[in-house]
């Protein structure tokens, strides 16, 4: 890959980012885990909470994210019927709720890679509807009952105890049903008075999308200051990951998040010297690949490759400081 080089300004831009609004940011909630040297602190953001443990988005996975010291606690939000934002990663209901055995006939068929498949699409089901269903029994019995959260309800549990780093999903698909996510989020989040990078030292925001048209439209539209990053799979690597794709991502972005597979060094040095932070998605116990441990691989991303913050469904075992040999 052809990488920039560094330049002056884009380091002091990267060390004014970091230090304006990041560190500051989080400092209460890192402070407890005070670091003796002199490196930047990382941060600890919760992938849908704490969800190796917890069913993902669920109130249960939030709090114990909570507990286990999360700086962030990450929403992925969906849109239902009556416009009311939603918890939860994917666009329909079938993986993590009883939706099937509820609502036996409301799916729509699709036709995936030659078969045809069910979905119970959550833009298909009203906030009172989706109420009903059961979003813990999917991943072990004792969650049975816990219900799928509003992005209200995740910010009145989450305010004061952590950060909040919602992801504005399938925006343009919610787009054609009618419903400007990026309207709903931030009014959610004005509501709750925290629109506004400072407004509550104690839970900053850092809004997140794969779709830079959505974070395009938060920034250049509806005019929000608050920090966005872009985030990069393989999907979209071609376009972002070169030096040219950093330099416009900084036009709009405070920072990317790549797929941990798409990052090491030099990409790390290419996203600094484009003035922008890098948070890698997603570790997990259950997946560390050379790794002996998911502490193990966030300590060689975090203080050996240099990435600011993880995402992680382990956040008890995030290396507040860099693990000695
Ligand atoms: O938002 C960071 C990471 O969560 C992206 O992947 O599919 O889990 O939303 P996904
Ligand atoms: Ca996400």
Redesign the pocket.
């Known amino acids: 890959m052809n990488l920039i080089s560094p330049t002056r300004r884009a380091q002091r831009v990267f060390a004014v980012v970091l230090v304006c609004f990041v560190v500051p940011a989080v400092a209460p909630m890192t402070r407890r885990a005070a670091d003796t040297d002199s490196t930047p602190k990382k941060i600890l953001v919760a992938?849908r909470g704490a969800s190796a443990y917890a069913p993902e988005h669920t109130i249960e996975a939030y709090e114990l994210a909570i507990k286990q010291g999360a700086d962030f606690v990450?929403q992925?939000l969906q849109v239902t019927k009556d416009g009311v934002l939603v918890c939860l990663?994917d666009e329909s209901l079938e993986r993590t709720t009883n939706v099937e055995e509820m609502f036996p006939d409301r799916f729509t068929e699709e036709r995936v890679g030659g078969a045809t498949v069910k979905r119970w699409f959550v833009a298909d089901f009203t906030l009172k509807e989706i109420k009903q269903l059961d979003a813990g029994s999917w991943f072990a019995p004792q969650f049975k009952g816990a219900r799928v959260p509003t992005f209200g309800e995740a910010i009145k549990l989450i305010r004061g105890r952590a950060g909040l780093y919602p992801?504005t999903k399938a925006p343009e698909v919610y787009g054609r049903r009618g419903f400007e996510m990026e309207r709903l989020v931030l009014a959610e989040l004005k509501r709750h008075g925290l629109d506004r990078p400072g407004a509550d030292r104690r839970t900053p925001v850092i809004m997140?999308s794969f779709s830079a048209a959505s974070l395009r439209k938060m920034r250049a539209e509806l005019k929000t200051e608050l920090p966005l990053v872009l985030?990069i799979g393989d999907e979209n690597k071609d376009e972002w990951l070169t030096p040219a794709g950093l330099k416009r991502a900084r036009e709009f972005a405070r920072g990317i998040?790549p797929a941990k597979a798409l990052v090491n060094a030099s990409v790390v040095k290419a996203a600094r010297d484009a003035g922008l932070t890098i948070t890698p998605?997603?570790f997990r116990s259950r997946d560390s690949g050379q790794f002996t441990s998911v502490r193990e691989e966030m300590n060689h991303f975090l203080y050996t490759l240099g990435a600011d913050a993880v995402?992680t469904d382990n956040p008890d075992e995030f290396p507040r400081q860099r693990l000695s040999r």
């Open positions: 992938h990450e992925d990663h992801e997140q985030l998040g998605y997603t995402f």
